[in-house]
């Protein structure tokens, strides 16, 4: 009997996919107010999931001393054997009494008789072959797997230029719709990049994100970077705090602050870009400026050494400044909006990257409103970076101006109004891959930019 290995069709990707409305909204289960227990249960990155089983051993074999996996006049295979077909495409083997054949994207090696795998950006040769001897990550609708990069990581991987890199090896990786697999890190530290590598396939269908911690309590410090983000880019933070703060910057420039219409103050200059198209090194986005400034998108990358099928959400959006306030009751203590944090850095690369629906999201965050008057309170915070093409709209102003828009879908982050903060600059995408990639059924939102993949 010959089996052949194929892409399971168990979570819900089902496509007769329909092209998705470029404006359309995604569901956000970060958004401010929401319950990460009503998402279903929290699983730490350490603990156990159902479905995860071990992976076979990728054999090291010398060609000259694998046995022939074609069957024999009897139909029997010689158990463990393997080789190349013909015509280098797929791997051929036996296991149990069968031929198995494995498709090789990348061609098959007749020398190690193993399929080629792509060489990963930013990671160690090999990772791929490490992967094949892993367990599978499968996320179930309705579970929350979170991964803290300060502290829970498979192997921390150094980078010249860039932030250390969290890396998680699997061998399959299945997100289901409505599952979801979250990068978080405290927003008082300087915390790794995210990275998953899938050593056959890794499917979404649900949710991928890589972002930020929620403030806690109502102290406000300077804006932080989120997941594997720096301050390269950060917005200026108002010596004089009655202006606007600038947004973050990252793969383009964050809105500058409002002025202080009172003063004459001019509002304070979002940070300059940084960074590679290629993202190599791997870096996030940078925290808009100002007390509670939003944080800037993490820093994710995906890799399946055979096939990336996406039809969910991938999600490093840059978080909404904070709105201008009088903590005291005094003129001379208001504070001005702070601006919002630019988009993180999304880098996804595979022999075949399949986009079958859902959302790759790398948008900026609105500026914070500003604020007048000597009453005690505050102005609106500005919004998250949207799961789609529209930009983050900035919060609403208090007898001043209102924040600025964050940077989405190719529109430029705005300047914040008298006193607001700025908008947030949007981050970078990028998608590597061997055969051709269909963005017509996807949103991606900047622009991405697209490479291609060697093979080991």
């Known amino acids: 009997m010959v089996r052949t290995i194929a892409l399971a069709a168990v979570v819900g990707l089902g496509c007769g996919c329909s092209l998705i409305n470029p404006t359309a909204e995604f569901g956000d289960p970060m958004d401010a107010g929401a319950d990460p227990a009503d998402a279903g249960s929290v699983l730490d990155a350490t603990s156990p999931l159902d479905g995860d089983s071990p992976g076979d051993a990728a054999s090291q074999a010398d060609a000259s001393r694998v046995p022939d996996a074609s069957p024999d006049a009897s139909g029997i295979c010689t158990e463990g054997s393997r080789e190349c077909t013909s015509d280098g495409t797929s791997l051929r083997s036996c296991e149990g009494g069968e031929v198995v054949v494995e498709d090789c994207p990348l061609g098959c090696d007749p020398v190690s008789v193993r399929c080629r795998v792509p060489v990963a950006s ?4 090999g990772i791929c072959h490490d992967a094949a001897s892993a367990i599978d990550l499968r996320v179930n609708t309705g579970d929350v797997r979170e991964i803290d990069t300060t502290v829970n990581c498979d192997r921390v991987v150094a980078q010249t230029g860039g932030p250390e890199l969290c890396v998680h090896v699997y061998r399959d990786i299945v997100v289901s719709e409505g599952g979801q697999v979250r990068g978080v890190s405290p927003p008082d530290t300087n915390s790794r990049a995210l990275v998953l590598v899938a050593g056959r396939d890794l499917i979404v269908a649900g949710a991928i994100t890589a972002r930020w911690q929620p403030w806690t309590g109502a102290a ?12 390269t880019g950060a917005g200026v933070t108002p010596a004089l705090s009655r202006q606007g703060a600038g947004g973050g910057s990252f793969g383009s420039v964050g809105g500058r602050g409002g002025d202080d219409t009172v003063s004459g103050v001019v509002g304070t200059a979002p940070g300059a870009t940084y960074g590679t198209n290629t993202l190599v090194p791997l ?12 944080a800037g998108g993490g820093a994710l990358q995906l890799v399946a050494c055979r096939r990336l099928t996406i039809s969910g959400i991938l999600d490093v959006n840059g978080a909404g400044g904070f709105g201008g306030q009088n903590e005291l009751g005094f003129l001379e203590t208001v504070v001005g909006g702070s601006g919002g944090g630019s988009g993180g850095a999304l ?44 930009p983050a709209r900035g919060g609403v ?15 430029a982050a705005t300047r914040g109004g008298a006193r607001a903060g700025g908008g947030g600059g949007a981050g970078r995408i990028r998608i590597n891959s061997r055969e051709p990639v269909d963005l017509s059924t996807v949103v991606v939102s900047p622009a991405p930019t697209l490479g291609g993949v060697s093979a080991e």
């Open 122 to 125: 930013n990671l160690p040769s």
């Open 220 to 231: 406000r410090d300077i804006g932080r970077p989120g997941v594997g983000g720096v301050t």
């Open 347 to 390: 880098l996804v690369e595979a022999p075949v990257v399949e986009l079958a629906g859902g959302a790759l999201l790398a948008n900026g965050g609105g500026g914070g409103g500003g604020w007048e008057g000597t009453e005690h309170g505050s102005t609106e915070t500005g919004e998250a970076g949207r799961r789609s093409v529209e």
């Open 397 to 411: 102003g208090r007898d001043s101006g209102d924040g600025g828009r964050g940077a989405a879908g190719g529109q």
């Open 283 to 294: 870096v996030g986005g940078s925290a808009g400026g100002g007390y509670g400034g939003g």
